[in-house]
């Protein structure tokens, strides 16, 4: 059964650091992973859509990772602001098509 | 940009209430879906409706449940007696194709359910 873990649950950072988020998954046997941002109280905006086949996808400021055979993905954001607050949620499709989210990572970009 | 649209964004009810939490798929989308996300816990999966059937459902999704396509645009999701811990954020989603392709699902801004 698939699982999908983010660590950290909470980071805080000071505005213009550059920083990581991780998701990993424990099947590696995934059509893509997707990262979303959530605000409060808010829906899901997706980010970033990577395939199985490829290692990297950029939007902006944002470059997720992809290693399928750790079983990880990485989100980093560059040069942050503090319009980038919310929480990160990756999720990875089941081969019937149902999303499997991790936690999410709630990041606080202080000014 | 296309959205999903969602209506109410708020609502509250009593225990035991029928309540129909509504949805405005993307126009040329094909796959439905509805999630939840139950406060300071993960967005979880509860049913995916393609061709006016549902393709798949969670434990979550008991005979409570139900999810109705009435016309071209509407995609409803009935929750016939409510429980309190039916509260919630309710979220639908839609996409062109399955999500088991490289396909993104576009959610909606959710109907937050609170069950009294």
């Known amino acids: 059964k698939q699982e999908v873990t983010q660590i950290p649950a909470a980071l805080s950072v000071p505005e213009g650091e550059n920083l990581v988020l991780n998701c990993s998954f424990t099947d590696s046997a995934i059509y893509n992973l997707q990262w979303f941002r959530q605000d409060p109280g808010k829906g899901l905006t997706s980010l970033l859509l990577?395939?199985?086949?490829?290692r990297e996808q950029t939007s902006g400021r944002l470059n997720a990772s992809l290693d399928k055979s750790s079983g990880r993905s990485t989100l980093y954001i560059a040069a942050s602001q503090p319009g980038d607050s919310a929480t990160y949620l990756c999720a990875v499709p089941s081969n019937t098509g149902k999303l499997i989210f991790g936690q999410g990572t709630t990041l606080q970009v202080k000014p | 940009e296309p959205e999903v649209t969602q209506t109410p964004s708020h609502q509250v009810t009593q225990m035991g209430q029928e309540v129909i939490l509504r949805c405005v798929p993307i126009?040329?989308?094909?796959?439905f879906y509805w999630y939840r996300q139950i406060l300071g816990q993960k967005v979880e999966f509860l049913v995916s409706?393609?061709?006016?059937?549902?393709?798949?459902k969670s434990e979550i999704f008991d005979d409570q449940f139900s999810v109705e396509r009435p016309d071209g645009s509407n995609f409803t999701l009935k929750i016939r007696s409510t429980k309190l811990e039916d509260s919630a954020m309710y979220f639908c989603?839609?996409?062109?194709?399955?999500?088991?392709?490289?396909?993104?699902?576009?959610f909606g801004s959710g109907t937050q359910l609170s069950v009294l």
């Open positions: 990577i395939q199985s086949s490829q």
């Open positions: 126009s040329n989308h094909l796959y």
């Open positions: 989603a839609s996409s062109d194709r399955s999500a088991a392709t490289n396909e993104k699902l576009f």
């Open positions: 409706f393609y061709n006016n059937e549902i393709s798949e």
